[in-house]
């Protein structure tokens, strides 16, 4: 079964913030993901070919620092790594960070994905301002899917991608969660049927069943042949995936490895050169650390949430046409 809100803030502890830039030129934005109090133990994993990351190399196992405070996922390629500093400026203000001489040092991983350009300006991108606007959003409630955040200007197969998220609970009462900023080269959608890739590993009820006509079949070819050849770096789908057990570093980054499976069910391809497919892994510690056996349905679930959020952020996205181009939503072209 999943949580209460079926999304990562079902992980006690954790909220969740979006910002959308608009205006001219603006299809894209910032999403945070805030930590407890104290932070959370973090691994990662990267599996892409062009990612574009920061404060990575500390969720090394054998790196200094144990815990995070944060983690950023934004749009603005690169350039949207900046939105990280906002988010820092706040957690030092809230007294949040790893202790140095003379102050704190928040940590805050981030990864960003490409939609420069998607809005009609390729200069209009998420700046620490944006970060900041994320941080202050942040809340431990239902979150927002769909076309916000990160997800702004996300694509994925030629259909508007956006956030999705999807939690679960486990017999011994472990939850495990994603969030998912669905930004991929691959498609999220059989050819053959019109459904959802990530629909097929949903629970009872979850998603809309789907008998596309040959007609939404066509309008969903056509959508991914106007997409034309995708160039290297033009992509990328990010992931938190978040527990309340206790792990450690290398626990979580094993974790993060797992959870990529759940890309490769709900997207194809996946894990390209045109790629930077992320996911970082938190866990707050609030349960035990989980018996082998229990660790083996932590990270079968991981995976499983992972395809969950991507078919619900596929749902949640809307069509969108600006200067930039025209993408239609997944329910725009098949009405589940």
Known sequence: MHGPLNALTDVRGLRVGHATLVGEGALTGTTVVLCPPGGATAGI??????????????LRPDA???????????????FGLAAAHGV?????AAGEGFPVPGGLVPIVPAAVLFDLGRGGSFTVRPTAETGAAAYDAAAAG??????????TGALAGGLRGGIGTASAVLPDGTTVAALVAVNAVGSAVDPRTGALYGARHGLDGEFPQVIATKEQL????????????????????????????TLTKAGCGRLATVAHDGYARALDPVHTLMDGDTVVALATGERPAPAPEALFGLHHAAATVVSRAIAHGMLAATSVTTPGGSWPGYRALVSP
Not at 64 to 78: I, N, P
Not at 223 to 244: E, I, K, N, Y
């Open 45 to 58: 994993d990267v599996r892409g070919a062009a990612p574009g990351t920061r404060e990575t190399d500390l």
């Open 64 to 78: 200094t620092v144990e815990r995070v405070h944060a983690v950023v996922l934004s749009g603005g390629s690169a």
């Open 88 to 92: 820092m400026e706040r957690l030092e």
């Open 142 to 151: 239902p979150v927002a899917q769909g076309s916000v955040g990160a997800g």
């Open 218 to 245: 066509a309008g969903l070819a056509a959508a991914q042949t106007r997409r034309g050849a995708p160039a290297p770096g033009t992509a990328t789908t990010l992931a938190v995936v978040a527990t309340d057990a």
